[in-house]
């Protein structure tokens, strides 16, 4: 019923800008905090960045200054603006959304995952 698709990443040289963005889609009635999670190699999945419904952020102490969350709340998407990268921020990364939505007449909510897009960054 509801599904997540994240874009935008891709190869780049240690200090370059890469910008990623998730998009939900389907019956979605609201979208609560929307995060992005990342997966480096041979490590655990780790919260990179979140933003509330009201526009409230939080950030990782290793891309705080360097990282920008945003969320476009009528087009249902998040966007993650990465700049000055370096090496140890390659990995998969991973849109995160606690969305509730309709089935028929009922409402569900659940919190959804992208499928993950990879950010490599070579020094």
């Known amino acids: 019923q509801v599904q997540l698709v994240e874009s935008g990443g891709g190869l780049l040289q240690a200090g370059g800008s890469l910008r990623l963005s998730c998009a939900a889609s389907?019956?979605?009635?609201?979208?609560?905090?929307m995060r992005w999670y990342r997966q480096a190699p041979g490590k655990q999945r780790e919260l990179v960045a979140s933003?509330?419904?009201?526009?409230?952020?939080n950030y990782a102490d290793s891309v705080k200054g360097r990282f920008a969350i945003s969320r476009d709340n009528a087009k249902n998407m998040v966007n993650l603006q990465m700049n000055s990268l370096k090496p140890e921020d390659t990995g998969v990364y991973y849109c995160?959304?606690?969305?509730?939505?309709?089935?028929?007449?009922?409402?569900?909510?659940?919190?959804?995952w992208g499928q993950g897009t990879q950010v490599t960054v070579s020094s």
């Open positions: 995160n959304a606690d969305i509730t939505y309709y089935h028929g007449i009922y409402l569900h909510s659940v919190g959804s």
């Open positions: 389907g019956t979605i009635a609201s979208i609560n905090d």
């Open positions: 933003i509330t419904s009201g526009g409230r952020t």
